[in-house]
């Protein structure tokens, strides 16, 4: 990557898209002190991004609070129209959700957090709609924790330092070590199991995706309702149709 010199960056573009950024389906509304809070930056600052935002019709403001409009999403939606993987895999997705009667994703690692890119949705299984630009937690998802494990363990480790391991519910892994392990377990069998770690009521199976030159670039999964099922037998229901489109896209993607 190209060392980009401090001089050469603009300094009010870099606060803006941290305001922009504040914004999350926990935090859908932000007053001026709540994103100051969250951003780190002075209230005046803060203010004067929130109402530039407002001024080209990137948020709405009642006069207490902020909300993003849906023209924030050309941000990202250009983005994601942009880059190749979402297209590739669609087809795949679909076709797989239809296999398997389950909704299935494919999201790449970003810092602590994973990002939907592409979707096939057969049923609601979250209580949030999930949808390409969407994110969750790197260390409490399957995909997450398939692309954490694919890095170097001491890389993995200085990442999940940075992030909040919150207790999403009374089951989530929020020890270090713990989640470590999981890692582990993961780079040896090649896939990840979650079970009711990121909402209770929800599973979900993954496998990492390689390019061409065997590096992993994405992730795959299934999300499926919490049954009675052990989830060993989950697995052995649902793993080897993720193993069958990971092999065959590992032949296309570059």
């Known amino acids: 990557m190209v060392q980009i010199k401090q001089s050469d960056m603009m300094g009010g573009l870099a606060k803006g898209l941290r305001v922009i950024e504040a914004f999350t389906a926990e935090n859908p509304r932000l007053s001026i002190s709540d994103a100051a809070s969250i951003t780190g930056l002075d209230r005046a600052t803060t ?5 530039t935002l407002a001024a080209h019709g990137y948020s709405a403001y009642d006069g207490k609070f902020f909300t993003v409009t849906p023209r924030v999403l050309r941000l990202g939606t250009g983005c994601l129209a942009s880059m190749p993987l979402p297209r590739i895999v669609q087809p795949w997705l ?4 239809q296999q398997i009667g389950q909704s299935t994703s494919v999201a790449i690692l970003d810092e602590g957090e994973i990002v939907y890119v592409a979707r096939a949705a057969q049923r609601k299984v979250m209580s949030i709609a999930l949808m390409p630009g969407s994110r969750l937690p790197a260390y409490c998802t ?8 694919a890095l170097p363990e001491d890389q993995a480790r200085e990442l999940l330092k940075t992030c909040p391991l919150s207790a999403r519910t009374p089951h989530t892994l929020t020890n ?6 999981e890692l ?3 780079r040896i069998q090649g896939y990840a199991a979650v079970d009711q770690e990121v909402e209770i009521g929800l599973r979900s199976i993954a496998v990492p995706i390689r390019n061409a030159r065997g590096i992993v670039i994405a992730a795959l999964n299934t999300g499926l309702s919490a049954s009675p099922e052990p989830m060993g037998v989950v ?20």
């Open 94 to 97: 679909d076709q797989l959700a």
């Open 47 to 51: 203010r004067r991004c929130l109402l």
């Open 176 to 181: 270090l070590e713990a989640i470590m392990a």
């Open 142 to 149: 399957s995909m997450g924790r398939v692309m954490l494990a």
């Open 235 to 254: 697995v052995e229901n649902y793993l080897q149709p993720l193993l069958e489109v990971r092999e065959e896209l590992a032949g296309i993607l570059s």
């Open 184 to 186: 582990e377990r993961a």
